[in-house]
């Protein structure tokens, strides 16, 4: 007898394994950085906004901790004269370009995916880099830039799934001979470099905008101090007298004051800035901010106020706003050196307890109108808060 033999079952599966096809992985890497691209471009529309615009406030400054507005006002915004955001589009037209010549299927084109895998990398590098200064210098987080980071780290994960479907042979060989391959494409290749001219141009041709520095007063503005000690600046019998409440640490306040120096400039008959200080420190004003926030702003409004009294209040004042706007340490070194004074004496106007009393004094004047944020102003004994209403503009500038 001979032993029976056994036919495969019809419905049994193949023994080799069903692959996915090729543009099954490339597509969702172009989906992924045509996003990263709209992200980046609206991130740099939002920082000019932030430096141009004294009434923007982006739809996710959600909270302190939560706002992309305080992330674009950080000095780690800008890189080498360049706003991070404009070198995320950068980055991202780069990786398009070259993923442009990986579209058809070929040897070629897959070994192009070894330097797309390694810009990949580095991009998440950088959002690695730039998640740790959220979190340790810029204390808020930004909604966009976090997409951008789950984007790059999403870019990277493909890159290497795409490498291990299609790839062949170890990286660093398959590198090189993808950046070889790459110069073999004309087209990319005069693209490329058209891109980094482009954005050589650009380093040079942008306008700084994010610096800004306060106009002096011109020969035909007065300035003085009114009876009850506060510096002012405008007209010696204004129409309209806006009292400022500020701190130096605030981004905003040093916007709104640039706007309202240059408004006293264009109307120095008729408007009057009165200049009040309220830094928000729980050092000096922990019935508003119990929690440590802007730290050291209180002693820089008590150097403002020794200045004021040694008639040098707008060169302290503009000097203070300049180094709040940097977030640099507070130094004494540095600000005796940008105005005049010596580190010892301003050393000593932080520890004076008449000037702390004067600020304690400004501060409860604040209070008395129920101000709870910088920047504030009180115009005929009515508040706003953050800016000043459309219609005072106008009074002011008919």
Same mark, same amino acid.
């Given at each position: 007898m001979t032993a029976p033999t056994h036919q495969a079952l019809p419905n049994s599966p193949p023994n080799t394994k069903s692959k996915r096809p090729y543009h099954y992985y490339t597509l969702p890497v172009f989906i992924l950085v045509v996003l990263g691209?709209?992200? =980046?471009?609206?991130?740099?529309?939002?920082?000019? #906004?932030? &430096?141009?615009?004294?009434?923007?406030?982006?739809?996710?400054?959600? =909270?302190?901790?939560?706002n992309c507005d305080t992330v674009s006002q950080s000095p780690w915004s800008i890189l080498f004269g360049?706003?991070?955001?404009?070198?995320?589009?950068?980055?991202?037209?780069?990786?398009?370009?070259?993923?442009?010549?990986?579209?058809?299927?070929?040897?070629?084109?897959?070994?192009?995916?070894?330097?797309?895998? =390694?810009?990949?990398?580095?991009?998440?590098?950088?959002?690695?880099?730039?998640?740790?200064?959220?979190?340790?210098?810029?204390?808020?987080?930004?909604?966009?830039?976090?997409?951008? &980071?789950?984007?790059?780290?999403?870019?990277?994960?493909?890159?290497?799934?795409?490498? @291990?479907?299609?790839?062949?042979?170890?990286?660093?060989?398959?590198?090189?001979?993808?950046?070889? #391959?790459?110069?073999q494409y004309r087209c990319a290749t005069i693209s490329i470099i058209l891109l980094i001219v482009g954005f050589i141009l650009? @380093?040079?041709?942008?306008?700084?905008?994010?610096?800004?520095?306060?106009?002096?007063?011109g020969t035909d503005v007065s300035h003085g101090i009114t009876k009850?000690?506060?510096?002012?600046?405008?007209?010696?019998?204004?129409?309209?007298?806006?009292h400022e409440y500020a701190d130096y640490q605030c981004f905003q306040c040093g916007k709104m004051h640039l706007f309202l120096r240059q408004l006293v400039n264009e109307y120095p008959d008729t408007l009057r800035l009165v200049h009040h200080h309220y830094p928000m420190d729980?050092?000096?004003?922990?019935?508003?901010?119990?929690?440590?926030?802007h730290i050291g702003s209180?002693?820089?409004?008590?150097?403002?106020?020794?200045?004021?009294?040694?008639?040098?209040?707008?060169?302290?004042?503009?000097?203070?706003?300049?180094?709040?706007?940097?977030? #640099?340490?507070?130094?004494?070194?540095?600000?005796?050196?940008?105005?005049?004074?010596?580190?010892?004496?301003?050393t000593a106007a932080t520890k004076h307890p008449q000037i702390r009393e004067f600020l304690l004094a400004d501060i409860r004047s604040g209070m008395r109108y129920g101000i709870t944020g910088t920047p504030s102003y009180v115009i005929d004994e009515q508040v706003y808060q953050g800016s000043l209403p459309p219609e005072i503009l106008k009074s002011i500038m008919q």
């Open positions: 691209l709209v992200d =980046s471009v609206y991130l740099a529309y939002l920082h000019v #906004q932030n &430096y141009t615009d004294i009434s923007f406030s982006s739809f996710c400054a959600l =909270s302190k901790s939560i360049v706003p991070i955001a404009l070198w995320g589009v950068g980055s991202y037209l780069l990786f398009l370009i070259i993923l442009s010549t990986t579209f058809r299927k070929s040897k070629e084109a897959v070994s192009i995916w070894y330097v797309l895998f =390694s810009l990949s990398l580095l991009y998440s590098t950088v959002s690695v880099y730039f998640s740790y200064l959220s979190s340790t210098k810029i204390n808020a987080y930004c909604i966009l830039c976090f997409l951008s &980071y789950v984007i790059n780290f999403s870019i990277l994960f493909l890159c290497f799934i795409i490498l @291990r479907r299609f790839g062949a042979g170890s990286f660093i060989p398959g590198f090189f001979k993808g950046a070889k #391959q790459l110069f650009l @380093r040079f041709l942008l306008s700084p905008y994010w610096l800004y520095s306060f106009p002096s007063p009850e000690g506060h510096p002012w600046i405008g007209a010696d019998n204004p129409t309209v007298t806006i729980h050092e000096f004003n922990a019935l508003i901010v119990p929690e440590p926030f209180g002693k820089m409004a008590m150097i403002a106020i020794y200045a004021g009294a040694k008639g040098k209040f707008w060169e302290m004042n503009d000097a203070l706003y300049s180094l709040g706007r940097e977030k #640099q340490p507070f130094n004494t070194r540095t600000l005796a050196a940008m105005t005049g004074f010596s580190p010892g004496e301003l």
